[in-house]
């Protein structure tokens, strides 16, 4: 049994302390935003925010999260109304979309501490998330673009 | 973004209608519309809606596109609403049902149809008949109008979603004439000349947000591994890690290719907590539990003994020794893809020669999404449930009823988001496997494969050697063309190995099979990775040896069509290729061509001598696609063709080790 805060909500779920937060969230409380890419913190897809800071849920088990908070892409920001959201609508970003809530949740953390961030500085903090339809320089030119708007 | 239901018969979807609906049919000359009257006589499962217009104005239009980022579930329909004269922003889409009798495109290799979505060209094949749909929808709706006012149809025009009467401005919009149109039982024939003329396109070519996008930054599109379902539980399989497949693409519905599991820890395996059964495949084992995680760790705990497979032994680094071997074989079984002129005598007389020799790794796929599939079977048996992101719904939908031993009626396809297909999601065969779990636990299964069950079974883009030769004359003309490519995949190694776009007078072009068990698949394009790498590496070779720029050469030497004189002439304007570039740089470029499109494309690198690292700096390309509908998504796909070709190139290799495939994870591919 685990207990946290999710997106704003206390959550108190039926899982073996060992699960990876990533199935926690998915399967047992059934936010499907956040992705399984690898298993292993490898892609990223699973990206979310565990007291403000950006980790893996595959990484992330569901014992290490007990009272703590964590926000998935589900609870960035009401109605998708964050500046990232809508600049990766404006920058048309996703194809398959697949990987997209773990670059956005990555890229989150990045504005919230460096909000006027350079290209070489976002391509750092992004580095890691992996997007095999390729959609990098959309990505980049979305955060600059939520950083200037924002 | 409409959430799609597709758990919508058509019989319902009729009785809850009140508006117009207009269908699909099979007729004789191939799928057409067809009007609810004469619809509701052919009492047959080849009619389903196609657009139906509610008396709101709301427009549902169907789209078979399936959507994997390549933007065509919005192309699909955007072609339809362009000649109906549909206001696109009260067009919503639903997933058409996997029928591809009614809903598929005529097969340009073959007297069917189909619904893949592969090779690039769903827009291209889907493009003629879909204006044909759109504009026989909008003579219906002038036809309703003229009678209503009493004047000739001829004299009306529409602007979007409304029919006008110049003559006095009287307007009804196509919502208004829903409410009391009628369909007339056999649907009003259009001239292709009544098509519209490209200049009076208000959606095609015009850049249009794609429909996907909302959903996929907050989270609510739905992927296959996201549908759950009452009472359903999880899966995930290990197959031999050793493939067993025949020659050329893999069939999963060749039983004899499989290796089967021979002995594995059941009990201890089923005493874990959680694992509810292992079920046997006819090539390999799944682990059903109660919750992923305890599904994962049960298949990880399996310990099997394998039966013999086909590729047993197999090493990729010795098989590309074996290539050359081949090649050089005067006795190997040769398949000739063309034959033009006579190369013996453009050799023999030849001023010069050339010779180049490559080789190319495996290649995976890697989409972001592992494979993965929902099956339900009703209580009685006689029906399923499938959900799965497929490149093929008419494919998935007949594996599935064949592992299920129902026909196709009886399954229902229900489309999800792909994240990620590029080729390798058009079999069906993780859906079918997990049909087959599903019927083994009799419950609800969502199967999924692990990210290394992804790589171990991936079905790969095939290695290569090449061989390609070239004669000139004394100008400095290249007369004569040779290229041999040796490999597995029969004509996965081929896309992209003839050169339409040169006009060298002589050329011989062959394959040379071998067979080693591994599964191979189209993998964004195939072929043309490593053919054209060859090729455009060869006629550099020949460019620098004479002292030429390497686009003057192709226009020159290599006889280039006007059509890819214009691609290098657009790409050298946008990457202003006689410009100096800093010190370190240099330029590279090549064409090639796929379902009827051109490309040209520059790079600009820079090479580390010590470490033999290419860095690339810049890359412009240019394409020549022909009507393009949806520009911003034509820019996207190059883009992303561009990443993951350099991806593939500079980083990516599957390399396969006494029959097992040596890569695990992201981490070493």
Sequence with gaps: MVSFTLNSKRVTVEADPSTPLLWVVRDHVGLTGTKYGCGAGLCGACTVHLDGVAVRACQTQASSVEGRTVVTIEGLAENASHPLQKAWIAEQVPQCGYCQSGQIMKAAELLKSNPRPSRAQIVEHMDGNICRCGTYNRIIAAIQRASREA | ?669
């Design chain 2, 1 to 669: 973004m409409t959430m799609i239901d597709t758990n919508i018969s058509r019989r319902s979807v009729l009785a809850g209608l009140s508006g117009m609906t207009f269908c699909l049919a099979l007729g004789t000359d191939g799928a057409r519309l067809v009007s609810d009257a004469e619809a509701n006589t052919l009492a047959n499962a080849h009619i389903t809606p196609w657009v139906r217009i509610a008396p709101d104005g709301t427009i549902t239009i169907y789209t078979a596109g399936a959507e994997m980022g390549q933007g065509s579930m919005t192309s699909l329909p955007l072609i339809v609403s362009e000649e109906m004269d549909a206001d696109w922003s009260k067009v919503v889409l639903e997933w058409a049902p996997a029928d591809e009798k009614v809903y598929g495109y005529k097969n340009p290799f073959a007297d069917n149809r189909l619904m893949w979505i592969v090779g690039s060209r769903a827009v291209q094949l889907y493009y003629p008949d879909l204006r044909m749909a759109g504009a026989q929808v909008r003579k219906v709706l002038l036809m309703n109008a003229a009678q209503k006012w009493g004047v000739d149809a001829g004299s009306l025009k529409t602007e979007p979603s409304v029919v006008i009467n110049p003559a006095n401005g009287t307007r009804l919009s196509y919502g208004e004439i829903a409410t009391f149109g009628t369909i007339p039982a056999t649907l009003p024939a259009v001239d292709p000349k009544e098509l519209k003329a490209r200049k009076d396109f208000r959606l095609i070519g015009k850049p249009m947000p794609r429909r996907d996008v909302p959903a996929k930054v907050n989270g609510t599109a739905q992927y296959a591994i996201d549908v759950k379902l009452p009472g359903m539980v999880y899966a995930s399989t290990l197959h031999s890690p050793v493939h067993s497949a025949g020659p050329g693409i893999w069939d999963p519905g060749k039983q004899e290719q499989h290796a089967e599991p021979e002995k594995w820890n059941d009990a201890e395996v089923k005493a874990l907590k959680g694992v509810i059964d292992v079920v046997k495949l006819s090539n390999g084992l799944a682990v059903v539990a109660d919750h992923f995680e305890t599904t994962k760790a049960g298949r990880d705990a399996l310990k099997v003994t394998w039966k013999k497979a086909k590729a047993d032994g197999y090493n990729s680094d010795r098989a590309l020794d074996d290539y050359v071997r081949i090649h050089a074989d005067p006795n190997a079984q040769t398949q000739t893809l063309e034959a033009k002129g006579d190369v013996k005598a453009a050799f023999a007389g030849a001023a010069k020669t050339y010779h180049a020799e490559f080789r190319s790794d495996y290649g995976y796929h890697a989409q972001m999404e592992p494979l993965n599939a929902v099956v339900r079977i009703s209580e009685d048996g006689r029906s399923a449930e499938v959900w799965e992101g497929s490149q093929a719904p008419d494919e998935s939908r007949k594996a599935v009823a064949k592992a299920l031993g129902l026909a196709n009626e009886q399954v229902t396809f229900n489309q999800c988001y792909l994240g990620g297909g590029f080729g390798r999601r058009s079999l069906g065969d993780y859906a079918a496997e997990c049909a087959t779990i599903a019927k083994a636990v009799n419950r609800p299964v969502k199967l999924i494969w692990t990210r290394e069950e992804d790589i171990a079974q991936g079905m790969f883009r095939p290695q290569s050697f090449q061989c390609l030769e070239a004669a000139t004359d004394a100008s400095g003309k290249v007369t004569g063309w040779k290229h041999c490519v040796v490999g597995d995949g029969e004509f996965l190694l081929i896309t992209g190995i003839k050169i339409p776009y040169y006009g060298v007078p002589n050329q011989h072009i062959e394959r040379r099979g071998v067979s080693h068990g591994v599964k191979l698949k189209h993998w964004r394009a195939v072929g043309h990775v490593f053919n054209t790498f060859a090729i455009e590496s060869l006629v550099d070779q020949m460019a620098v040896d004479q002292g030429i720029d390497p686009i003057a050469f192709r226009i020159e030497r290599m006889g280039l069509v006007p059509k890819g004189r214009k691609v290098f002439e657009k790409v050298a304007e946008m990457s202003d290729w006689n410009a100096k570039r800093p010190d370190g740089r240099a330029l590279g470029i090549s064409i090639t061509e796929r379902s009827g499109s051109l490309g040209a494309g520059v790079v600009e690198i820079s090479l580390d001598r010590a470490s033999g690292k290419i860095r690339v700096h810049k890359v412009w390309v240019a394409v020549d696609g022909g009507v393009i509908v949806q520009p911003e998504s034509a820019r996207h796909n190059v883009e992303s063709a561009i990443i993951y070709g350099l991806s593939s190139i500079l980083h990516e290799r599957v390399s396969i080790k006494d029959g097992a495939v040596e890569q695990s994870n992201f981490h070493d591919y």
